[in-house]
């Protein structure tokens, strides 16, 4: 699943606006957008705003506010959104390939639809699309409680910003220590520009799971900055599945050790076809993106086509 556009009115720390996905009068967006602005423009603000108006369409248990997306003394806020899904899976049959929606924070609910069932199937592995958002201040806890790694565990979590949802990677780090993943999670880490290697006997055995360039061992709290923000990402991929997803990035250029001009390629490569919408104030990664491809918060807009379907958060 990926985004054509969305249409922002009256959501608290966003610009209104139509913020466009793809190039103009197409129906395929682009696999990389970067969100971009000064500061306090409301670059993640529009990345939490999307994952909002997606939970009230096909709801995962996530702790969504209404009261968070509306503007002092106003009783909604409106998200519209346009959806392009695939058949890759199979589902896409009887509807067509773009969806529009309106999402009403604070409004009355309404009937389900098709857009809710599409967006709702949720499971680990390549069959199933889904949202995945990388917040800013993604962190491994390794003395924290470990979190299990069935999909229902995980369903809730990961769009969300919490900070629990990559307490599943050190006993996933022990799972693929003896499967057939190691080989995928080690290439993920290589592409991502980490400089430590994965010890696989090691990690099967509860000891320390990579070893530096110098070959010493390292644990998970002794990982460099940007060796855990390449873990994570590595880590999330091989567990979740990201083919065909819409994978939210916030500041992706703040640890991960690459160069800017390689990090649009690196992100787009956690799953064949998934979209990446990056949100980042980095001069660096804004140069390294094609024009088309970057949403400047603040710059005009144009109407969106009515909604086909339309749900509400209260």
């Given at each position: 699943m990926r985004l054509l556009r969305v249409g922002c009115f009256g959501v608290a720390g966003v610009p209104d606006g139509i913020y466009p996905f793809g190039p103009p009068g197409s129906d395929e967006p682009f696999y990389f957008v970067l969100v971009t602005g000064p500061a306090a423009s409301g670059k993640t603000r529009l990345l939490e705003a999307i994952i909002a108006?997606?939970?009230?369409?096909?709801?995962?248990?996530?702790?969504?506010?209404?009261?968070?997306?509306?503007?002092?003394?106003?009783?909604?806020?409106?998200?519209?959104?346009?959806?392009?899904?695939?058949?890759?899976?199979?589902?896409?049959?009887?509807?067509?390939?773009?969806i529009e929606a309106e999402v009403v924070f604070g409004g009355e609910p309404e009937p389900e639809g098709v857009l809710s069932f599409e967006l709702s199937v949720y499971a680990h592995g390549p069959d199933a699309p889904k949202l995945e958002y990388f917040h800013a201040h993604r962190r491994l806890?390794?003395?924290?409680?470990?979190?299990?790694?069935?999909?229902?565990?995980?369903?809730?979590?990961?769009a969300s910003g919490s900070a629990r949802k990559y307490a599943f990677v050190a006993p996933l780090l022990r799972r693929i220590a003896v499967t057939g993943e190691r080989e995928a999670f080690v290439h993920r880490l290589a592409a991502l520009g980490a400089t430590c290697s994965f010890d696989a006997a090691s990690a099967a055995e509860g000891g320390p799971p990579f070893r530096s360039?110098?070959?010493?061992?390292?644990?998970?709290?002794?990982?460099?900055?940007?060796?855990e923000d390449a873990v994570i990402f590595a880590a999330t991929a091989t567990l979740v599945g990201l083919d065909r997803s819409l994978v939210l990035v916030d500041r992706p250029e703040m640890f991960l050790p690459l160069a800017?001009?390689?990090?649009?390629?690196?992100?787009?490569?956690?799953?064949?076809?998934?979209?990446?919408?990056?949100?980042?104030?980095?001069?660096?990664?804004?140069?390294?993106?094609?024009?088309?491809?970057?949403?400047?918060?603040?710059s005009l807009a144009t109407s969106l086509p009515s909604p086909s379907a339309s749900r509400s958060l209260r």
């Open positions: 108006a997606k939970e009230v369409i096909a709801p995962t248990d996530a702790d969504v506010r209404a009261s968070a997306f509306l503007l002092p003394g106003a009783d909604t806020a409106r998200v519209e959104m346009a959806w392009v899904l695939d058949d890759d899976n199979g589902l896409v049959r009887f509807h067509d390939k773009v806890d390794p003395w924290g409680l470990p979190l299990g790694l069935d999909p229902g565990t995980h369903r809730p979590l990961r360039r110098r070959g010493a061992p390292l644990g998970l709290g002794e990982l460099s900055s940007g060796d800017p001009a390689a990090l649009p390629a690196a992100l787009c490569a956690l799953g064949r076809g998934a979209q990446v919408i990056a949100a980042s104030a980095s001069p660096a990664l804004r140069a390294a993106v094609p024009p088309a491809q970057v949403v400047t918060l603040g």
